[in-house]
């Protein structure tokens, strides 16, 4: 019998420091994946054990794992062969190999392939904590450099999402956590307001980002097309299927698959697509035999789910499957303060493009604000290109932005109508805004300006010079 671990290791029973690993034990031998899951277990890891190749993928598809301890001599199939689809399935897990004396050539040939560590049978303790504890240093190390990547994505949100209202802080939480599991996750929110953003910045912040995003909109598909374009089929399926192809989830193996608007599948697709998420496998079309995939999926819906699934238009049990988290997308309306930043970048953007200096009018930014984007950041987006090409001068004016926005500027009523109404200003912002306005409409004639407002020439004089204004 090969023995794994002297017998001190198991009289140590006091942790000397705690690792808070989630570990995966995957060896045949019951004995060795019984002494070290104590052993880890002394130190704080959560243990998860693995007798087979297949029970470990299925382990690792089911938890979080951080370390795979792992046997090279499984029966069956090489231990490099399921180091190398570990390595593939789960890429940012570390994996440590344990080797006999013997075979420490497969030791350095594993290190090769993508192992962290390996450590030689029999070992103690102590080689195991050591082990252990290296893994510990190197993810937290490499999580420290994810945040501080992920927070140096951008300076006004996350990635190419703009927005720092905490409604906003609170979505790039959830996708940071979201973009490191494997779970189903559902996209909710009102048209325009980022689904397919937050889709790919999942996908984008991933430990799977060089694999293929592919998104589909469930909703344009044509019915009868939509299992084929979702399965692929196989030659012969049906007239004029000349040869095999594939469809779009297998084309997104290895990477993310969006199902956009997939309140819109038809009900018999519905069944399919729960069968391939379950069972992560497909049948192509006129195909009788399933093939096995790998891609994340990411749901996204307008519609009202729980809704439909009540008048049953949507599989109950589909919906829970994609449900496993749910995020939420705020509309523009409820984070407001998000929208001058928003203009910010989008005229950034534009500017570069056109090389002009487009920039908003105070009167025109305030209607932005107060106007509350039915279509969300895309009717916002939309605005803000279509008032760069309308006006005139560099500086967008009421006048210059679209029918619907001068439409509610004309019926808002400055009492109660206006939201913005409800933000209460500062007594100094409001004296700022009565002298710069003063001074605007008497064409910097300050003695006129100072004598209306009421107040001494020096004073206008200091509150200009403390504004910094050019007047
Ligand atoms: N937070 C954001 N920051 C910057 N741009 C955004 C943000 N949210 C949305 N956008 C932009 O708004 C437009 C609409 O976004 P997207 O297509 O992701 O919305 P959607 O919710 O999928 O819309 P629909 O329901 O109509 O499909 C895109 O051009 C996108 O780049
Ligand atoms: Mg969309």
């Keep these: 019998m090969r023995h794994v671990l002297a017998a001190d290791a198991i009289a140590i029973t006091e942790p000397t420091s705690e690792t808070n690993l989630n570990l995966l034990i995957v060896d045949d031998e019951r004995s060795v994946r019984e002494s070290c899951r104590e052993v880890a277990r ?8 693995a007798g087979s190749p297949e029970q470990a993928y299925r ?37 440590i190999v344990m080797t006999g004396f013997a075979t420490v050539q497969s030791a350095v040939q594993a290190m090769k392939l993508g192992a962290y560590d390996y450590i030689t049978k029999p070992f103690n303790f ?31 949100g996350f990635g190419s999402l703009v927005g720092q209202t905490p409604e906003m802080e609170k979505l790039y939480r959830i996708i940071a956590k979201a973009a490191h599991s494997t779970h189903t996750v559902l996209i909710l929110g009102e048209s325009g307001t980022g689904k397919e953003l937050v889709a790919r910045s999942i996908h984008s912040s991933s430990p799977h980002r060089d694999q293929p995003f592919i998104a ?15 399965f692929g089929y196989v030659r012969g399926a049906f007239t004029g299927a000349m040869r095999a192809k594939d469809g779009l989830m297998a084309t997104a193996e290895g990477g993310t698959i969006f199902l956009d608007e997939v309140g819109e599948l038809p009900v018999d697709l519905q069944a399919k697509l729960l069968r391939a998420i379950q069972e992560k496998e497909i049948r192509p079309v006129g195909g009788t035999r399933p093939v096995p995939i790998n891609v994340r999926i990411l749901a996204a819906t307008n519609r ?30 409820e984070r407001k303060q998000d929208i001058p930043l928003l203009i ?35 009717e916002l987006e939309n605005c803000v290109e279509c008032a760069c090409t309308t006006c005139s001068l560099p500086t967008i004016q009421i006048a210059d932005l679209p029918t619907p926005l001068r439409n509610f500027q004309a019926h808002a009523k400055p009492a109660d109508g206006d939201s913005a109404t409800d933000v209460i200003t500062p007594l100094d912002q409001l004296e700022k805004q009565a002298i710069l306005h003063a001074v605007e409409v008497l064409q910097s004639d300050k003695l006129e300006a100072a ?21």
């Design 42 to 49: 002394s130190l704080g890891c959560g243990v998860e054990v």
């Design 59 to 95: 382990a690792l598809a089911a938890t979080s794992t951080d370390v795979v301890l792992l046997d090279l001599r499984l029966p069956g199939k090489s231990g490099l062969e399921v180091l190398e689809e570990i390595k593939q399935r789960r890429p940012e897990t570390l994996v």
């Design 126 to 156: 102590e080689e195991l904590r050591l082990a252990l504890e290296r893994a510990t240093g190197h993810l937290k190390l490499t999580t420290e450099n994810r945040l501080l990547r992920e927070q140096m994505k951008s300076k006004h």
């Design 216 to 230: 589909i909109d469930c909703g344009s598909l044509v019915p009868t097309l939509i299992e084929s374009e979702l």
């Design 304 to 333: 009202d789910l729980e809704a439909a699934v009540q008048q049953g238009k949507f599989r109950r049990d589909l919906y829970f499957r994609l449900n496993v988290l749910t995020l939420r997308i705020p509309p523009l309306r």
């Design 344 to 378: 910010g970048n989008m005229l950034e953007r534009i500017n570069r493009a056109t090389e002009m200096q487009h920039a908003f009018g105070d009167d025109a930014l305030r209607l932005m604000v107060s106007y509350d984007w039915p279509g969300n950041v895309r």
């Design 451 to 471: 004598r209306q407002l009421g107040i001494g020439k020096t004073t206008l004089y200091r509150k200009l010079k403390a504004y910094g204004s050019a007047y």
